[in-house]
């Protein structure tokens, strides 16, 4: 089973809708993160938390918002979705090193 | 400037050349050095870290030269698996500070039989 799971993992919506996008990981990491990949832009950091308890902004949070429910879960949410929010969106954790471990992605269109 | 700027792909080979990518970071007190592999549509994944001392992976080899703020990528003997995106990735915090990486924008390699 993968250690990062991203649900969903397609998601077409409309202008206006509210979209959460879900985490989980197994790796027993304490931080994890939020990441949107647009085509020949490298990841931008969204938002991250370094425990439950802890949220931090990234370079581009306006127009999300973020939720760590437990140690295990992370939730992504766009309160009202924009066509400029299209993208692909990766979570990943880490351990107190550097390396991160990215879940599989959403792919999310929105009209 | 870009944080991080990688060389514009694609860089197409065939299987057997040696390739190099390039990487310049414009912060000079970034912490750690990193090269990632991303397969089309799929997760990046970690492909190795980059010391100041320079390392080696097999056919890969990583290069860090702090004064120039350049990292550098050479992959010899180049196989079809190869084929993939390379994204350079620089953590700009210290550690205990959490990691804030800046990734590349990424330089696609495909390797032709």
């Known amino acids: 089973d993968a250690d990062v799971t991203q649900t969903p993992r397609n998601r077409i919506t409309k202008t206006g809708k509210r979209i959460m996008l879900e985490c989980s990981q197994t790796k027993g990491h304490d931080r994890m993160y939020w990441y949107r990949q647009d085509p020949g832009l490298g990841l931008q950091l969204i938002y991250y938390?370094?425990?439950?308890?802890?949220?931090n902004k990234g370079e581009i949070s306006d127009g999300y918002s973020v939720s760590r429910q437990a140690q295990a879960k992370f939730s992504l949410s766009l309160e009202s979705a924009i066509p400029n929010q299209t993208a692909l969106y990766f979570c990943a954790t880490s351990d107190y090193g550097d390396t991160q471990y990215f879940g599989p992605g959403t792919r999310l269109t929105v009209l | 400037r870009k944080e991080v700027e990688q060389d514009p792909g694609p860089f197409n080979v065939p299987e057997g050349a040696t390739v190099a990518f390039n990487c310049t970071y414009s912060?000079?007190?970034?912490?750690?050095f990193f090269w990632y592999r991303q397969d089309c549509r799929k997760e990046p994944k970690l492909l190795m870290s980059v010391y100041s001392s320079g390392n080696e992976d097999g056919r890969f080899t990583a290069q860090l030269n702090r004064a120039s703020q350049y990292i550098s990528l050479l992959i010899r003997d180049s196989k079809l698996s190869d084929s993939a995106t390379y994204l350079c990735?620089?953590?700009?915090?210290?550690?205990?500070?959490?990691?804030?990486?800046?990734f590349g924008q990424g330089t696609e390699l495909s390797v032709k039989p």
């Open positions: 938390s370094f425990d439950v308890k802890d949220i």
């Open positions: 990735v620089v953590n700009m915090a210290p550690r205990n500070q959490g990691g804030k990486l800046i």
């Open positions: 912060n000079s007190a970034s912490q750690s």
